[in-house]
């Protein structure tokens, strides 16, 4: 059993006791801190996956760029310039892996404090972990997107009302630091978002191509159709694209942030805990799927 699946079946089991008691307002930060905890372990998976297949995508476009009219001496030059531009593309990475590093770090103090503890020392340790994750925050913020920086596409984060009855430590850390785990929040899902239109273009752009040559190019051509051409055509007409990992991760942070919101207002429910988790562990699940690009798919 993976680290994140034990993660997940703890969290559950937690969220079983919240239903039995009454839902506890610690013991429902305690279950969000480590599903935060959990969600920020799957980003280096996701990303790892995003280049993979970004990179096997472009080598079959290379290999029919070889073998086409440009030549091999354009096809080198070509090559040279994609394999820079995916060197950039895993250091953005990287920046975008550090930052929820941080925000899981955060995580995990928020749940020594859900633990019970009111130790300044922790207040003191997340005041540091807050600072930091506000300049990684920056970091992530100028990561491009399709000619489009990702703090500009994340937008604003509206203001959060914090209305936890219990005083001490945990008060003070959801009144100065919401703001920037939200805005974190918001930072990762957005490049979820992006990632997951990627995967969709490509999704689409095999389709086509699949409908060029299975259906079309056949048709066009003398002599008999293929015996399967009416049941393939059919498929790629009506072919719901299943939903990819970068999608999954997108419910998850909503779900996060959400939950996080109506915790630190004192509004947090079970029920709200208990999709948390589910939309966690759907995450991993789909991540744990081979990945369509390299062959684990249709």
Not at 104 to 130: C, E, H, N, T, Y
Not at 249 to 270: E, H, K
Request: charged letters at 20%; hydrophobic letters at 45%; a negative charge.
């Amino acid at each position: 059993m993976s680290g994140a699946v034990r993660r997940v079946v703890t969290i559950s089991a937690l969220a079983i006791g919240l239903g039995a008691c009454g839902a506890a307002p610690l013991a429902e930060f305690g279950a969000l801190s480590q599903a935060g905890v959990s969600f920020t372990e799957q980003t280096p998976r996701l990303l790892e996956r995003a280049l993979a297949d970004e990179i096997d995508r472009d080598s079959e476009q290379l290999i029919a760029e070889r073998d086409g009219a440009a030549g091999r001496e354009a096809a080198l030059q070509s090559l040279e310039q994609r394999n820079a531009a995916f060197e950039d593309r895993a250091e953005t990475y990287a920046t975008v892996v550090a930052h929820a590093k941080t925000l899981g770090a955060f995580f995990v103090q928020l749940g020594r404090l859900a633990d019970g503890s009111d130790d300044p020392a922790i207040g003191r340790a997340i005041d540091a972990l807050a600072d930091d994750l506000s300049a990684a925050s920056g970091r992530v913020s100028g990561v491009q997107f399709r000619d489009e920086s990702i703090g500009t596409l994340a937008g604003d984060v509206a203001p959060i009302l914090v209305g936890f009855a219990r005083r001490g430590e945990l008060r003070s850390v959801l009144r100065d630091h919401s703001g920037a785990v939200l805005h974190a929040i918001a930072l990762q899902r957005r490049i979820f978002v992006e990632l997951n239109g990627i995967e969709a273009d490509a999704r689409r752009t095999a389709d086509r191509q699949a409908m060029q040559t299975r259906v079309l190019t056949p048709f066009a051509d003398a002599g008999d159709l293929p015996a399967d051409w009416s049941r393939t055509r059919l498929a790629l007409l009506t072919a719901d694209a299943p939903p990819t990992p970068y999608h999954e991760a997108v419910v998850a942070a909503d779900s996060l942030a959400s939950n996080y919101r109506r915790l630190a207002a004192g509004q947090g429910t079970a029920a709200g805990i208990a999709t948390l988790i589910t939309d966690v562990q759907t995450l991993i699940t789909a991540i744990e799927q081979p990945s369509p690009a390299r062959g684990g798919g249709p």
